[in-house]
Structures are given as C-alpha cells and as structure tokens.
C-alpha cells in the first residue's frame, strides 16, 4: 500500500494545531489571579475606613471562578512620604491595580511616575488630585462625590432647621452667629464644603455673622479641643456649628457636654459623611443633620473600574465625566428618616 505523503504532512500539521491550541486555552478551573493595592491617608479617619470595609466587601463579591481578587491595605497614616514608599511595596509585590486615597491631593507625582512605570493603572478615590495631574497618564482615575453638593445640602438643612425653629436665634438680633470646623488647609472638600454651605444659608435668607473658622483636620478629638476654645472665647453666642464632617461636628457636641452646658444654650449642629456614629447622633437628636457621602456605592463604582481595567472588559459600560471622573451623589439625612439610612446600612452590612 503507497502512502501519500501530503496526507501524512497534513495530518501532522492538524495534530500540532489541536496541541498548541489545547495548551494556550485558559482552564475554567484555573481563575485569573490579580492583586489590588489600596492605599489610604489615614485609617483613622472614620469615613475612610468604612469606605475601605466597603471596598473589600465589593472585591470579595466580585471574585469568581474567572477572576480571583485579592485586595491589600495600607494606612500612610497622613503622610505622603509613607504613601509614596507604601506604593512602591505594593508595585514590587505585583499589584495588577493600584487605589489611591492620597495623603497629600497636591503631591502625586511620585505616585504616578512609580505606576506609570510599571504599567499598573491608578484609581484616585475621595481626594481628588489636581486636574492637570490627572491628566499625566491616560490610566489614571478619580471616583468621589461632588462636594460642592455636600455643601449645598449642609447649607439646606440647617437653613430649613433655622427656620423652623424660632429658638435658633437665641439673642434675637436677626442674626445668626456661626463657626466653622474645617478639614485640613487646601484640601478641596474643605474649601468648597465651607463655602457652598455659607452660601446656600445666605441665598436663602439668613443672616450670619461669622465668629471663628477653625481647622480641626476632620478629627474628633481635635474638633473638641478647638470647640471648648471657642465656648470659652464667645461663651453663649454660638448658635450655629458648621463642620465639614461628622466626626469634627461630634468633638463640638462633646465639647458642650465636657462642659455640662445647659440644653437651652447649645447651637444647631451640622456634619457631613453620614457615618455610622453622624447617623445614630441624628437618630438621638444630638445631631441636628448630615448629609450622606455615598460610600457604598464609591465602592461599588471603584471595584468595577477597578476589575475592567483589570480585565480589560466592560470599560465601555463605565459613564465617566470627562474621560476620567465618576462622581456619586450625597442625600440629605435628618431625624425624620434617618433611620431609612441606618436600616439600608443594617441590610448592606448583612449581606
């Protein structure tokens, strides 16, 4: 029997395609293996440590028999220079993504260049870089909130709860005397929360007279050493307390019961974050309102960025502002239904 060559040839060449297609096609049982490196200003920071227990809650959910996640935390403590040496561990450890809550919003430059380098993209979340540093790399992101919203509603309430309440000013002058605990200087929450808030109460028809503004760099504890300062300066005429977040507008509280000052002398105060312990002050009318930074949906947006990217599968589903922000909404919280926003958390948390 003659064989024919050409067959044999053929033959051959059919098996060695089945080959090398059986050895380069993934396993189903063999999942995609990436690392997420989170890095965050300061675990100390209420807010922020909920949105990363958020965060790693999405990540878990998010793994599958395709993609196995692992996320990796690290706290810069509020230094930058530990954030950028932080970065670099987590690069060398062979992070796939990197997440990033700067220590310092006007300093990422080291961070950037050490991603770029490896070719890891960069998600910014909750302090948002300066515009033009995003715009060094076509893999860089920002997810957050509008904190000019923030403000807005901070002003709304308290402007609502002002003029419901003829008690509000206690002195009956037609004005009310106000103070301000800010976030650290030159953080862009901090600017614009303080001034839309002020703004907002006075477009809608309050008169203020400011009596101080203080950093208090979003710290309770600070928040309270900074308030007993001002009871002793201005004694009783502080009728209104505006803080940037929840904690700061928790120290003033606490400094007004260190104090044991009456009842029928402490101001309206206001915080934004809605944090566990903002929310449950609004429910023991401590707190007369927050407004409430949608962490578990920041969450949710940076997770899926974060595994398209990785991925490289389902970017085109992401609606981004300008190419590069995705910016979640805030919703007002008083005692009328706060407990709507407790229960919601309760849900999420049993998840």
């Known amino acids: 029997m003659k064989i024919n060559k050409t067959k044999i040839h053929r033959i051959i060449l059919a098996v060695t395609l089945l080959s090398l297609v059986s050895c380069s096609s993934p396993q189903p049982d063999t999942p995609q293996k990436a690392r997420v490196g989170v890095a965050c200003y300061n675990q100390s ?33 509020g230094s930058q220079r ?108 901090t600017i614009i929360r303080t001034e839309y808030a002020v703004n907002t109460l006075k477009n809608m028809g309050i008169q203020l007279e400011k009596l101080s503004c203080q950093i208090a760099n979003w710290n309770r504890a600070q928040a309270q050493n900074r308030m007993m300062q001002l009871i002793s300066q201005h004694q009783n005429q502080i009728e209104l307390v505006l803080a940037n977040n929840d904690d700061m507008a ?25 944090t566990d312990v903002g929310l449950k002050a609004v429910a023991d009318g401590e707190l007369s309102a927050t407004v409430y930074n949608y962490k578990e949906a920041q969450a949710a947006s940076i997770a899926k960025l974060a595994v398209a990217l990785i991925s ?32 919601y958390i309760d849900t999420i948390e049993d998840k």
């Open 45 to 77: 920071d209420t807010y922020i440590r909920q949105l990363t227990d958020c965060l790693r809650d999405q990540f878990d959910q998010l793994t599958n028999d395709q993609l196995d996640l692992t996320m990796t935390l690290r706290d810069a403590a």
């Open 82 to 189: 530990n954030q950028d040496d932080q970065v670099k561990e987590l690069l060398d450890a062979g992070c796939s993504i990197l997440c990033v809550n700067l220590a310092d919003r006007a300093d990422p430059s080291e961070i950037i260049d050490l991603a770029r380098d490896h070719k890891v993209p960069i998600i910014f979340f909750n302090r948002e870089p300066v515009a033009e540093d995003l715009m060094q790399w076509d893999q860089l992101y920002y997810v957050g909130a509008d904190a000019k919203q923030a403000g807005r509603m901070q002003g709304e309430l308290a402007a609502a709860a002002i003029l419901s309440n003829a008690q509000a000013d206690r002195n009956h002058d037609g004005k009310i005397q106000y103070v301000v605990l800010e976030g650290e200087p030159g953080h862009q929450d």
């Open 250 to 274: 928790l120290g003033a509280i606490d400094a007004y019961k260190k104090l044991n000052v009456t009842e029928s002398v402490l101001p309206l105060f206001f915080g934004i974050d809605g």
């Open 312 to 343: 490289g599968q389902g970017i085109e589903e992401i609606e981004f502002k300008d190419e590069k922000y995705i910016y979640l909404p805030h919703f007002k919280v008083t005692a009328d239904h706060v407990e709507k926003f407790i229960s």
